[in-house]
């Protein structure tokens, strides 16, 4: 790979290769019980065909097409002025913090489409902490985050209610406060293919016995800065689409949300709810190919494919349909044919496949949950819906794409693919309810970590991060008012000037960092050995320098031409494509954004795919950067400090940015190829405080089932634990619940484990923030032997994340060398 060039050693800001060393006890593993069979019990859908998930379904039967003039949108200067725009969205007595005036279209969406899908579930039937949500999304509250630039432009004060509307993980908290979801709550950011990963994401959280029922799905907005972006990249249709006919020539954008309500099929059959169809497994892969366009062969799409049978323990004769990406775009329709043909071989031939996109337009983050609602649809009628306008047949599209008449369908097992930007694939396996045996027990394993690199304001590695914090020294300052503390870094020799003429600073500390840890663990970037690698990305605040620079000129006049280089950069997905890209890493990759908690979140995803045989080797890279407009949120949200003294203590936040990667592998994969392992992700527990009020539960509950989480997943208890590395960063209305939340489990007592605190020294890093604790803890002196390390996470809107780590007794120096 041309794009692997520039990759060379460097010992700066990561430890060196490693040599063999001691390796580290291991947790308990599951006992073989196959998993749960995971039911879809309820739907809720809100598209351009009508406002719930029945007319949804009929119309992609008839084949009714919804893409029409849009109305709500000044159109002017576009490449189309067409769209699947909903007409109405249902009213609904949920609210949510905004202000006066101003409503996310968004959450609007997506509240009504969950009501929906939450509906078939009996009051009490499952309790609030036991209940939880994956939102899929791709543009979050765009609309949200374009009022408060136009505010900023014009010189209105600004309005913290703005911004906490502006994240995918703010979006997922507000959801889940408004039903009260107390389970654990995440928000996907895989672009085009992020409703398709909340489901899969959702079904293995109630496989693994994380949540008894889970609420998942996706929702996306119409705006003139979506339109203006899809025109820059000369993408857009003057007509409905057309997907896989020749007359195709270009996408229809649609807007809408999509629910599914997922619980194990015996939790279904206690309650006498009818279930819909099953959710028998799903699989993830990445491209590296292209920040928009799919590899032409197909190969990643296919890779995505086949994983998802394989999860299932499904056969390609088993396929009867397929529900098709199929955009409609010159290139995208052909990549995904080659793709179906090589996942499914001989049999592609006689399997249906059709295009959603066709009647309601690509709903971006939405797109794949309401196409596997289209796909219950399909199994639970045995009606293979058409693909509308289809004229002629592509010599590079030869596959059966049921042309403008539905079919009817004979099958058990239908597929639903979604690929995105940044080279992100999904793949979902739905089967008909108890059609099929039960997914094969998976091959478990330990999972441990064999590679770090930290990028921070406190200089080059992790042994600068520690330096730092272990003598007390501050690294932010007094910049606007406010402290803060940003990164100095040589992107060189990883990335050249021109490497880098397109990628925003996200993306370049991400493929660093990234690069550095697989360094670190002995895997040379770019190679053959870390080919089957994944990419699990986190950022809290995401791609906020290149959401600036995209729509601010259009703010101005959404008519001038807008920058095609820059728009690819606004999804929060696309710095972990320039990592799979730069890197040459194929394997499962998926983003998260959950606020404050995103590190921890990453690390806990990235845990159960290894566990679950999902891949043998992911990279864990969370990033996110320190731009004016964030500081200016948090600012506005009275939650910056603005101290001048470098020991900042008035209740408040010393924010910083930087990124951290970690290396984690199956252990039998380590040690087969002699690596370093350096701690082990033994467990994770996941909650949300699910508060209608906003913020934490004030007696820290949430966290504490986290924690408690946690530990059971591991097989530890709290005495077990020797270090707790806090979520705490000086924001005392949230670290006094986490207080709380400690006392309660380990008491007070002089043998209660030790307490840190890093981010109130390193500034609060946002998403950041606990994979930076973590890898300190990797670093912790070695204590009493076999006491584990319990990492703390929180989100600024009541989502908690806690992991265990099982530390080596070997010192850090003889395990890493003297200068790590």
Not at 381 to 399: H, I, K, N, W, Y
């Amino acid at each position: 790979m041309t794009a692997t060039r520039s990759i060379h050693a460097d010992s700066k800001l990561c430890p060196a290769a490693p040599t063999k060393g001691q390796l580290i006890m291991t947790t308990a593993l599951p006992t073989g019980q196959p998993p749960a069979r995971v039911a879809v019990v309820g739907v809720g859908a809100v598209t351009s065909l009508g406002p719930t998930a029945r007319d949804l379904w009929e119309g992609a039967r008839d084949g009714r097409v919804a893409i029409d003039p849009v109305q709500r949108i000044d159109m002017g200067g576009f490449q189309t002025k067409i769209g699947g725009e909903v007409q109405v969205v249902p009213t609904t007595a949920l609210e949510y913090p905004r202000p006066d005036g101003h409503r996310e279209r968004a959450l609007d969406l997506a509240l009504a489409a969950a009501e929906q899908a939450l509906a078939p579930l009996p009051a009490a039937a499952v309790p609030p902490d036991r209940l939880g949500l994956v939102l899929g999304t791709c543009n979050a509250g765009l609309l949200s985050a374009r009022e408060w630039l136009r505010r900023d432009q014009v010189g209105e004060p600004a309005d913290a209610r703005l911004a906490s509307l502006v994240t995918p993980g703010a979006l997922a908290d507000a959801l889940a406060a408004a039903f009260d979801l107390q389970g654990p709550v995440l928000a996907v950011n895989t672009a085009c293919a992020s409703g398709a990963n909340a489901i899969g994401l959702a079904a293995d959280i109630v496989r693994t016995g994380r949540a008894d029922a889970v609420l998942a799905g996706g929702t996306d907005a119409l705006s003139d800065i979506v339109f203006a972006g899809f025109s820059a990249l000369e993408s857009l249709s003057a007509t409905p689409a057309a997907p896989y006919s020749a007359n195709r020539d270009g996408l229809s954008l649609g807007e809408g949300a999509a629910m599914v309500l997922l619980m194990s099929a015996d939790l279904a059959a206690r309650h006498g709810l009818q279930v819909l169809a099953e959710v028998a497994g799903y699989g993830l892969s990445a491209d590296g190919h292209h920040p928009t366009a799919p590899r032409p062969d197909g190969t990643g799409a296919a890779v995505a494919i086949r994983a998802a049978m394989r999860s299932a323990g499904v056969r390609p004769s088993d396929i009867g349909y397929v529900n098709g990406h199929g955009t409609g775009t010159p290139k995208n329709d052909p990549a995904e044919t080659k793709a179906i043909q090589l996942a499914l071989g001989g049999s592609a031939d006689q399997v249906l496949v059709s295009s959603t996109k066709s009647m309601i337009g690509h709903l971006l983050g939405a797109a794949g949950a309401a196409e596997a609602i289209v796909t219950v649809g399909a199994l639970a009628e045995q009606v293979a819906p058409p693909t509308a306008g289809f004229l002629s047949r592509d010599p590079d599209c030869p596959l059966d794409y049921v042309p403008n008449r539905h079919r009817a369908l004979t099958t058990d097992v239908a597929l639903s693919n979604n690929f995105a930007f940044g080279g992100a694939n999904a793949c979902l396996v739905l089967a008909r309810p108890g059609a099929r045996p039960a997914p094969p027990v998976p091959l478990t394993d330990s999972v441990v970590i064999t590679g770090v690199c930290v990028v921070s304001p406190a200089g080059d590695g992790l042994a600068a991060a520690w330096s730092a914090y272990e003598s007390g020294r501050t690294v932010h300052r007094l910049v606007d008012g406010v402290r803060q503390a940003t990164v100095d870094l040589d992107p060189e020799p990883y990335l050249n000037r021109r490497a880098r003429r397109r990628m925003d600073r996200l993306s370049v500390l991400s493929v660093v960092s990234a690069a550095r840890s697989l360094e670190a663990a002995g895997l040379p970037p770019g190679t053959h050995a870390v080919s089957g690698c994944g990419v699990l990305f986190g950022t809290g605040t995401g791609p906020m320098e290149a959401m600036e620079r995209f729509v601010r000129p259009l703010l101005q006049d959404v008519r001038v031409p807008a920058d095609p280089g820059v728009f690819p950069n606004t999804v929060y997905n696309q710095a972990a494509g320039q990592v799979a890209m730069h890197l040459g890493l194929y394997g499962p990759t998926s983003t998260l954004s959950t606020g404050h908690a995103t590190g921890a979140a990453v690390v806990a995803y990235a845990a159960d795919l290894l566990r679950a045989g999902m891949a043998d080797m992911l990279v864990a890279t969370v990033t996110d950067t320190l731009t004016a407009q964030v500081a200016r949120a948090y600012a506005a949200g009275g939650l910056m400090s603005t101290r001048a003294d470098a020991a900042p203590a008035d209740g408040r936040l010393a924010l910083a940015e930087g990124s951290v990667s970690l290396v984690l592998e199956r252990r039998s994969a380590a040690v087969a190829r002699g690596a370093v392992v350096l701690g082990e992700v033994a467990g994770s527990g996941l909650s949300s405080d699910g508060s209608r009020a906003g913020g934490w539960d004030v007696q820290g509950r949430g966290l504490q089932r986290a924690m408690l989480a946690a530990l059971a997943d591991a097989g530890r208890r709290a005495g077990d634990v020797g270090d707790v590395w806090l979520a705490a960063a000086g924001l005392e209305s949230a670290d006094r619940p986490e207080r709380a939340a400690l006392t309660r489990l380990f008491g007070t007592a002089v043998d209660a484990p030790r307490r840190h605190a890093p981010k109130i020294v390193l500034g609060d890093p946002m998403g950041v923030g606990p994979a930076l604790c973590l890898a300190l803890a990797l670093r912790t002196p070695v204590g009493t032997p076999a006491r584990s390390a319990l990492v703390n996470a929180s989100s600024l809107t009541g989502s908690h994340v806690s992991l265990v780590l099982n530390l080596p007794t070997t010192p850090w120096t003889e395990l890493r060398g003297a200068t790590s």
